[in-house]
């Protein structure tokens, strides 16, 4: 029987926190699990019903997470090749040892859906058993990989609630839309004791930075 692995990423477009990369793994019979649980794009769920599926999910399939910090996305020279490592890096994790066929559905992240495929392609271990699609909205069309993105959702959310109580400060939702991120941004980016949790190589951040600088200035 043939297998399906869905991937999809969570908080990529943050300025604060982790960006996670989900891979759930299903039976193709188990689509209708799917479907039953109301499974879809975790942008479409409300929080309660999200924790809900996110429970179900965690009981029902084998899954793994991937979390990538702040300093990993700051020191990466290319974040689209940076997915395409963690995503082999889920394929490699969930599919060792199985032997069955396996299709891999991964939400593309990048322009070049042929070039990115190719890159995750070379870096998949046992490429034998396994088929690669990768498409744009893959989240939306297929419930295995609205699955993954709800499991990284979450995992992103228990993240931020995490850091929120390791620095005792509320900072908002970590994305440059919110005000209250703009605000802990502008007034905390050079307190040494954030430096793990904002991405500075975000032009975003650069900008809010910089003109907090040139206000200093004069």
């Avoid at 699990?33 to 019903?49: A, C, N, R």
């Avoid at 996305?73 to 974040?79: R, T, V, Y």
Wanted: aromatic share 6%; with cysteine; net charge positive.
């Amino acid at each position: 029987m043939t297998k399906i692995l869905g991937i999809d990423d969570a908080g990529r477009g943050p300025v604060i926190g982790p960006m996670i990369l989900g891979g759930v793994l299903i039976d193709e019979k188990d689509n209708k699990i799917l479907k039953e649980l109301g499974v879809k794009d975790s942008k479409l769920l409300t929080p309660k019903k999200r924790n809900e599926i996110k429970k179900e999910l965690e009981k029902k399939f084998n899954y793994h997470l991937e979390i990538t910090s702040p300093k990993e996305i700051d020191e990466c020279s290319n974040l689209n090749y940076l997915e395409a490592v963690k995503s082999a890096m889920i394929i490699n994790k969930i599919t060792r040892g199985i032997e069955e066929p396996i299709k891999v559905i991964i939400d593309c992240p990048s322009t070049n859906i042929k070039s990115w495929t190719t890159d995750v392609q070379k870096l998949i271990e046992n490429p034998k058993n396994i088929s690669l699609t990768c498409e744009h909205k893959a989240d939306l069309n297929h419930p295995v990989v609205s699955a993954a993105s709800i499991l990284a959702k979450e995992k992103r959310e228990e993240e931020i609630v995490k850091l929120k109580k390791e620095f005792e400060i509320d900072f908002g939702s970590g994305y440059p839309s919110d005000p209250k991120t703009v605000e802990f941004i502008q007034k905390n980016f050079q307190e040494k004791k954030f430096s793990s949790i904002i991405r500075f190589s975000w032009d975003t951040v650069k900008k809010l930075t910089k003109g907090k600088e040139q206000k200093k200035l004069f």
